[in-house]
């Protein structure tokens, strides 16, 4: 082949490559590049941090006016006291000098001297100093309220003490909502001022719904009425309507019906639980639903049920459907294909498998697992058979006639990606058989093979791999509505103990 | 600087002629991506001002070329390509007056009358960067087999776009 044919056979090959494969979309990548080497001022993804100085200063400067105000006022009030009791001087002067005498001495007992004033009174400190005020320990994160019922109402100086704006140590408090550990004290010690913090008078956050069950990351940065709040894992966090969340890398979060996302970008949350309406401001979102979760961006609405990933686009959205469908309007993206939605629809479809997906989204290299139902057996799920619970384990004793297992708590309908995950150990090495059973009566198993007595093997199996019992050629499909769990050694005895059991749903 | 529709249209506009030449010059599959990236950022940052689109493939097929040279050096590879006039004269008869439209369009046509076998094979090999194992696996051939296979299969595509084409 001469080089001429050699050149054309690559040509043949690019053109191959192009139409069989999946073009990447290299404009998001060149932006983000571009953007991190001339950052845009307005574009920028930045958060700032709580906006300390500029709510401080205009606070002092109001404390001071107000401060010097009451100082008029107290001068004239005691100005004209004065005159007045001069006055009065005058008019009792000759009739009764010893007792006059006597009320001066009482008046000036009961005029506060002007320092007194200034100075908020010594016995009203303490409700204010001793463990809420995070000033005085800059080390320690804020004390949180037990419940938003008990917040201190009005909890701020008391009516008419001056505020003292060059102690900030004596400001009042940050007040949180029961499940918000808010930002730390920054090293100078300072706090944020007040007004950047959640208040008791704020209640719409904390009447707000929470969407979120439980998140795992590393770091989330999380904006609730206006203040940025950077949460940490251990910190007891509940997203609510109306929080805008944006993870330091890439976060998961459990929905309250059991739904998964794992977000790589931010992200604003609203809607209600069984209901979510979420805006994708940036970066990628991957979803795993089974009630219809909205997401929009600044153009577009997608409507996603089943398993997929959208990422935020200039115009709209790269939308991958895994399972399920994607809706926009009229328009839908059925499972297994690609698409870029913008304001008129649908358009340039491909064909895509999970693998694609994973090639294209760093943060989904390692699958997503919903997990649809876990068992750690510290108590009984449904009723028992072969065995009793122990000690957190169901211990009993089984031989190929008689397996031990549990009923679940209500059955579980099979869908595709499910994989059972279980924990086990026998004591004598033995062929093991899995065993489900169906509400409609029939049975559902794999063998898992030999297995070693005496440890604990932790079991994951690809429920598509079942199949029934009285006919080992039908394959378990999506759909089966599972009611049992057992294990059984396929000849023999043996003692089993089972840890968990747990099914989860992966693409 | 340029803004964002600005930087997205000419990304957009080129980026698919720009990967085909990238893949056309031998680069695999990744680093045909990594090059397009640095082609398109040096040519924002470089200020080039876009006046037509023919002008405007050329700068960046230049740049591209240049970058993948950049990478070859250092990464010590040894890569004998032909002279740039012949790639440069190869490339636009295989592109054309439509860049690559009707030879795309070619293959379409010529992919369609394939065996599914061949189809199989060849989408796994160009679309999902199959090994040759994993496509003997998929076909049920033998590694040599499946080899013997694509090449018979690219013999044909050949034949029947020249034909389709008008050469």
Same mark, same amino acid.
């Given at each position: 082949m001469?080089e001429?044919?050699q050149?054309?056979?690559?040509?043949?090959?690019a053109?191959?490559?192009?139409e069989?494969?999946i073009?990447?979309d290299?404009?998001?990548s060149?932006l983000r590049?571009?953007?991190?080497?001339?950052?845009?001022e307005?574009?920028?993804r930045?958060?700032?941090p709580?906006?300390r100085?500029?709510?401080w200063r205009?606070?002092a400067?109001?404390?001071?006016?107000?401060?010097a105000a009451g100082?008029g006022?107290?001068?004239l009030?005691s100005?004209?006291?004065d005159?007045?009791?001069?006055?009065q001087?005058?008019?009792?002067?000759?009739?009764q000098?010893?007792?006059?005498l006597?009320?001066?001495a009482d008046t000036?007992q009961?005029?506060?001297?002007?320092k &007194?004033d200034?100075t908020?009174? /010594?016995e009203?400190?303490? @409700? !204010?100093?001793p463990?809420q005020?995070?000033?005085?320990?800059?080390?320690?994160p804020?004390a949180e309220? /037990?419940?938003?019922?008990?917040?201190?109402?009005?909890?701020?100086?008391?009516?008419?003490?001056?505020p003292?704006?060059e102690?900030?140590?004596?400001?009042?408090?940050p007040?949180?909502?029961d499940d918000?550990?808010g930002?730390?004290p920054?090293p100078k010690g300072? =706090?944020?001022?007040?007004d950047?913090?959640?208040?008791?008078?704020?209640?719409e956050?904390k009447k707000?719904?929470a969407?979120?069950?439980?998140?795992k990351g590393?770091?989330?940065?999380?904006t609730?009425d206006?203040?940025?709040?950077? !949460?940490?894992p251990?910190?007891?966090f509940i997203?609510?309507v109306?929080?805008?969340?944006? %993870?330091?890398?890439s976060a998961?979060?459990t929905?309250?019906d059991?739904?998964?996302l794992?977000?790589d970008?931010?992200l604003?949350?609203?809607?209600?639980?069984?209901?979510?309406?979420? =805006?994708?401001? @940036?970066?990628?979102?991957?979803? @795993?639903?089974?009630h219809e979760?909205?997401?929009t961006?600044?153009?577009?609405?997608?409507?996603l049920?089943g398993v997929g990933?959208?990422e935020?686009r200039l115009h709209?959205?790269e939308?991958?459907c895994?399972?399920g469908?994607v809706?926009s309007g009229e328009d839908?993206?059925t499972?297994?294909?690609?698409?870029?939605?913008?304001?008129?629809g649908f358009?340039?479809d491909?064909k895509?498998?999970w693998?694609?997906v994973?090639?294209e989204?760093?943060?989904?290299?390692?699958?997503?697992?919903?997990?649809m139902?876990?068992?750690?057996l510290?108590?009984a799920?449904?009723e028992l058979f072969g065995g009793?619970?122990?000690?957190?384990?169901?211990?009993?004793?089984s031989d190929?006639?008689?397996g031990?297992?549990?009923?679940l708590?209500e059955?579980?309908?099979?869908?595709q990606?499910?994989?059972v995950?279980?924990?086990?150990?026998?004591?004598t090495?033995?062929e093991m058989?899995l065993?489900f059973g169906?509400? +409609?009566s029939?049975?559902w198993?794999y063998?898992?093979?030999?297995?070693?007595?005496? +440890?604990?093997?932790?079991?994951e199996l690809?429920l598509s791999k079942?199949?029934?019992t009285?006919?080992?050629?039908?394959k378990a499909?999506?759909?089966?509505?599972?009611?049992?769990f057992?294990?059984?050694?396929?000849?023999?005895k043996?003692k089993?103990?089972?840890d968990s059991?747990e099914?989860?749903?992966? %693409? | 600087?340029r803004g964002a529709?600005?930087? +997205?249209?000419?990304v957009?506009d080129?980026q698919a002629?720009?990967?085909r030449?990238?893949r056309?010059?031998?680069?695999e599959e990744?680093?045909?991506?990594?090059l397009a990236? @640095?082609? $398109?950022?040096?040519t924002i940052e470089a200020? $080039?001002?876009?006046r037509d689109?023919?002008?405007?493939s050329?700068?960046?097929?230049?740049t591209?070329r240049?970058?993948?040279f950049m990478?070859?050096?250092?990464?010590r590879?040894e890569?004998t390509?032909?002279?740039e006039?012949l790639?440069?004269a190869s490339?636009?008869?295989?592109?054309?007056?439509d860049?690559?439209?009707?030879?795309r369009?070619?293959?379409?046509?010529?992919?369609?009358?394939?065996?599914?076998?061949?189809?199989?094979a060849?989408?796994?090999?160009y679309?999902?960067?199959?090994?040759?194992e994993q496509?003997s696996?998929a076909?049920?051939?033998?590694?040599?087999g499946?080899?013997?296979?694509?090449?018979?299969a690219?013999d &044909?595509?050949?034949?029947c776009?020249?034909?389709?084409?008008g050469?």
């Open positions: 001469n001429r044919e050149l054309n056979e690559r040509y043949l090959e053109q191959l490559r192009e069989l494969g073009e990447p290299l404009s998001e060149v590049e571009y953007y991190a080497k001339h950052p845009p307005k574009r920028s930045v958060i700032p709580p906006p100085k500029p709510a205009p606070m400067a109001a404390a001071a006016v107000l401060l100082l006022c107290y001068s009030v100005v004209l006291q005159r007045v009791r001069d006055d001087r005058h008019e009792r002067a000759g009739q000098q010893p007792v006059e006597k009320e001066e000036t009961f005029t506060p001297p002007v &007194k200034v908020p009174e /010594p009203q400190k303490p @409700d !204010v100093e463990e005020n995070p000033g005085d320990s800059p080390e320690e804020p309220t /037990p419940d938003g019922s008990s917040w201190p109402k009005g909890h701020t100086d008391p009516p008419g003490a001056f003292v704006p102690k900030p140590k004596s400001d009042p408090p007040e949180e909502p918000v550990v930002p730390k920054d300072w =706090t944020d001022p007040p950047a913090w959640p208040r008791g008078d704020h209640s956050s707000a719904p969407l979120v069950a439980q998140w590393d770091v989330l940065h999380v609730r206006g203040s940025v709040w950077r !949460v940490k251990d910190d007891k997203i609510r109306g929080d805008k969340v944006e %993870p330091k890398g998961e979060f929905l309250m059991g739904g998964l794992r977000l970008g931010e604003s949350f609203d809607g209600e639980p069984e209901a979510l309406s979420l =805006t994708l401001h @940036d970066g990628a979102l991957y979803a @795993d639903v089974t979760l909205a997401v961006s600044e153009r577009v609405t997608a409507r049920t990933v959208l935020q709209g959205f939308v991958f895994v399972s469908s809706r839908d993206l499972a297994g294909y690609r698409a870029r939605l913008e304001d008129d358009k340039h491909k895509i498998g693998e694609d994973q090639r989204f760093k943060f989904l290299r390692e699958t997503p697992k919903r997990v139902l876990h068992e750690d510290a108590e799920p449904g009793e619970i122990k000690d957190g384990v169901l211990v009993g004793n190929s006639e008689n031990s297992g549990f009923y708590r059955p579980y309908e099979y869908r990606g499910d994989v995950r279980f924990r086990f150990r026998i004591e090495a033995r058989i065993q169906t509400l +409609e029939d049975n198993r063998k898992l093979g030999g297995v070693k007595a005496g +440890e604990w093997i932790e079991y690809p079942l199949y029934k009285t006919d080992v050629a039908k499909e999506p759909g089966l509505r599972l009611k049992f057992q294990l059984h050694p396929e000849e023999g043996t089993i103990e089972i059991v099914i989860v749903h992966q %693409p | 600087m529709v600005e930087i +997205e249209k000419l957009r080129h002629g720009l990967l030449y990238l056309f010059l031998g680069c990744n680093l045909a991506q990594d990236q @640095d082609t $398109f950022l040096a200020d $080039f001002e876009i689109r023919r002008a405007t050329g700068y960046l097929r230049t591209a240049n970058f993948y990478w070859l050096r250092k990464m590879r890569v390509l032909p002279d006039d790639l440069e490339w636009a008869e295989n592109e054309g007056d860049e690559g439209g009707l030879y369009r070619a293959l379409r046509n010529c992919l369609a009358k394939l065996s599914q076998r061949t189809q199989l060849l989408r796994l090999r679309g999902e960067n199959a090994s040759r496509i696996f076909t049920g051939l033998e590694p040599e499946a080899k013997t296979l694509m090449r018979r690219k &044909k595509l050949r034949e776009i020249r034909k389709q084409v050469e």
